[in-house]
């Protein structure tokens, strides 16, 4: 037998918190000196305390201790810290505010008060708002103005341009346009706002470029490209049959413009999907990736092509995350699927489905949004036979597994919603159709997930786990006569001398009025747990 004697927590903590900050990464490291560690930024101290107590931590050329520095400009000076509890309080001393979700609040409450004082309302942006919490110490917001000139350009892209490059808050007005004025965040208290002004002003101030400008110095897309669009698997011949009733995404027919079918809305959804990539090509969706799809709109109004064109373009990207909007027209939600649902046959044909791990090509974001546009707009349609169409210009199609991922996703959406589930299987085989359940179907009562939902879900997570790590793990048996060591005999009442009548047992001794049917699963086993071991001395279940 062999023992092994407990440590103390400050001998065990240098390895776990070591291991800790070798594990670390970020999207952009920096190396500094001549160490081998990289970091988001170059460290200069760390405190690793256990009450009292220093945690010997070493990391790069940096060894911890119980020192830290104050705000840079305000504050630098070194500052020790005792115990932990005092971190906080020292710094805030020293003009830092080391609570990030106080932070937070501090730079929301200051911009928002700032947005009002120039006279207009802050665009909501919480990522932008995240960033700023992380850049800055003690937030001071700065109003700043551009050259009103510039507002003749997307809105879109001056909002991008400020908040990208400036991490700048954009202000809209009482008509929810945007307004030339925007509101930076300093790392220090704003003494002279003049100067300030100024300095925001020129970072924000551009070339005069406006609209007609940007749009002529876009370079043509290639006919070779557009024309690799117009062969593009989600774009084949197969993918007309997506849809029933011949509402399905037609063919393209190269750079022209059809004009047969110009004013058409199978004309529509033709035209927007030759262009829908087009946008790509362009320097300013190279410098923006998130205005795909905004630019695209811009240029085909520009172009001269059809307000219904211009916007399929455009709501093709729809719904972009969780939260977004869906399309309103059906040109753009038509070429949004089959888009989605060329990359989803396209890349689990190429073995890069997702894992519990990861999903580095948002293969789950993708399928989300195909039903979320297929609920939303109430569209029939046979999934396995459109993952048919769409495989035929790939090779060993795995359709089931693909049929498999769509179900997983709707089953977790239902689930996620509390919505009541449909009666009559929602995902449909070959033969049938898939829809959203209408409003005088036959439907489910509303499953709640009850208190056990969680507990189950670690349990399948734990089992998965084990399944593909530890083969070594070997399952035992089940021993279940210690689960429920005797059943509880039928409750008879004697109802007169020599004859006997069976009364109901416990669990269905209801009260008039009382539901028993559906509750007799549960009240059956809580008597159950009641009695225990059978010899009635057994704890209530809680």
């Not at 005792?82 to 501090?106: G, N, T």
């Not at 007005?173 to 003494?191: E, H, M, Q």
Request: hydrophobic share 35%; glycine share 8%; net charge positive.
């Amino acid at each position: 037998m062999v023992e092994e004697k407990g440590k103390r927590t400050i001998e065990l903590l240098p390895e776990v918190l070591n291991a800790a900050l070798r594990r670390s990464t970020s999207a952009k490291s920096m190396r500094w000196g001549d160490v081998d560690q990289a970091f988001g930024r170059p460290l200069h101290s760390i405190i690793a305390l256990l009450g009292s107590e220093v945690v010997p931590v070493k990391f790069a050329d940096v060894q911890s201790g119980r020192q830290t520095r104050g705000h840079r400009f305000l504050a630098n000076a070194w500052l020790t810290i005792d115990k932990p509890s005092d971190y906080e309080a020292a710094l805030d001393k020293a003009h830092v505010i080391a609570d990030v979700a106080k932070r937070r609040a501090m730079v929301v409450e200051r911009i928002t008060a700032a947005a009002v004082k120039a006279g207009g309302k802050l665009l909501d942006d919480p990522s932008l708002v995240d960033q700023v919490t992380n850049l800055v110490e003690l937030p001071s917001p700065v109003v700043g103005t551009f050259d009103a000139r510039h507002l003749d350009l997307p809105a879109e892209v001056l909002i991008q341009e400020m908040k990208s490059h400036q991490r700048y808050f954009s202000l809209l007005g009482t008509d929810g346009k945007l307004l030339p004025t925007f509101i930076a965040v300093s790392n220090t208290p704003v003494k002279d706002e003049a100067l300030s002004v100024r300095a925001t002003r020129a970072r924000a101030q551009g070339p005069p470029v406006g609209r007609p400008v940007l749009l002529r110095r876009r370079p043509p897309p290639p006919a070779g490209r557009v024309a690799a669009q117009a062969a593009a698997p989600h774009l084949d011949e197969g993918v007309r049959q997506l849809l029933r009733e011949g509402r399905a995404l037609p063919r393209a027919r190269g750079v022209a413009r059809p004009p047969d079918e110009a004013r058409s809305p199978a004309g529509h959804r033709a035209r927007g999907a030759v262009l829908s990539k087009a946008d790509l090509e362009t320097g300013m969706v190279g410098e923006f990736p998130e205005l795909q799809g905004v630019m695209g709109r811009e240029y085909a109004l520009h172009d001269g092509e059809s307000k219904e064109v211009a916007l399929a373009i455009f709501e093709h990207y729809l719904p972009r995350g969780a939260t977004d909007s869906l399309p309103t027209q059906d040109a753009g939600a038509f070429i949004g699927i089959a888009d989605r649902l060329d990359s989803l046959v396209g890349l689990f044909s190429a073995g890069k489905k997702p894992t519990g791990a990861k999903d580095q090509f948002g293969l789950r974001r993708a399928c989300l949004a195909i039903i979320n546009i297929t609920l939303g707009r109430g569209y029939r349609y046979s999934l396995s036979k459109a993952i048919e169409e769409a495989g035929k210009g790939f090779k060993n199609v795995p359709h089931a597994e693909v049929l498999e991922f769509f179900r997983g996703r709707l089953e977790a959406l239902w689930r996620e919603s509390r919505r009541p589930t449909p009666s009559t299987p929602c995902w449909p085989p070959a033969s049938t159709t898939w829809s959203r359940p209408r409003s005088g179907s036959r439907r489910s009562p509303p499953r709640s997930p009850g208190p056990t939902s969680p507990l189950a879900a670690t349990f399948k997570r734990v089992a998965n786990i084990v399944c593909k790590q530890a083969k070594d793990v070997q399952a035992g048996a089940v021993d279940t006569a210690r689960l429920l060591k005797s059943r509880p005999k039928p409750h008879c009442t004697r109802r007169s001398k020599g004859a006997k009548r069976c009364a109901a047992p416990p669990w269905r001794r209801t009260t008039t009025g009382a539901r028993s049917g559906d509750g007799d699963a549960q009240a059956r086993r809580r008597h159950l747990l009641r009695q225990g071991d059978g010899d009635g001395q057994g704890q209530r279940a809680s």
